[in-house]
Each structure stands twice: as structure tokens, then as C-alpha cells.
């Protein structure tokens, strides 16, 4: 057993007085670059765009006609409006003529 000891004995060995050097940390991605090698990394996420509104809304689900839900996606589509804003349109309208 003291054999195997003396096998992993590092007095020996004298301590180091050198700092390790600093690398640049892009300096790998460099080299690997080179050579062909690609990030592993995630992308960064896309940018989100800002939604919502600060009024209080109501989730309300309607069934519909099919020919009416797709005269109404068309119509908002046309008028690039989102279905809250086109039903807003429709509100207001409904409200003129009454």
C-alpha cells in the first residue's frame, strides 16, 4: 500500500511562480471559424414587437357561418385590421345607422 503512495507522490514537482496568460475569449471562435466550425450557441432571440393595449379586454368566441367568418377574415385582411379591431369597425357602423 505505501508503494502505490509513493507512485502519487508530486513533492517533487516544483510549484509554478507564472501566472497562466489571459486569452481573448473570441480568439477560439476565431480559429474555429476558420476551419469551418459553426457556434453552437443559440441565436439571440428576435426582437418582440410591442402588443397589447392597457384597456381591459373580454375573450369572447363566437360560432359563426362559414361564409360569414370568411367575408369577415377577408374584410380584415383588406383593411389590414386586426378581428378586435374589425369588430370594433362593425360596432361602429352598426351604431351610425341605428
Request: aromatic share 6%; hydrophobic share 35%.
Amino acid at each position: 500500500m505505501t508503494d502505490d503512495i509513493k507512485i502519487f507522490d508530486l513533492s517533487g514537482i516544483p510549484a509554478t511562480t507564472q501566472r497562466p496568460r489571459s486569452v481573448e475569449p473570441t480568439i477560439g471562435d476565431r480559429i474555429a471559424a476558420q476551419h469551418g466550425f459553426v457556434s453552437r450557441e443559440a441565436p439571440p432571440p428576435p426582437p418582440r414587437r410591442p402588443r397589447g393595449t392597457s384597456e381591459h379586454l373580454h375573450n369572447m368566441t363566437m360560432k359563426l357561418h362559414h361564409g360569414d367568418a370568411e367575408i369577415f377574415i377577408a374584410f380584415c385582411v383588406r383593411e389590414r385590421l386586426s378581428y378586435r379591431e374589425g369588430f370594433e369597425h362593425l360596432l361602429r357602423t352598426a351604431r351610425l345607422k341605428d
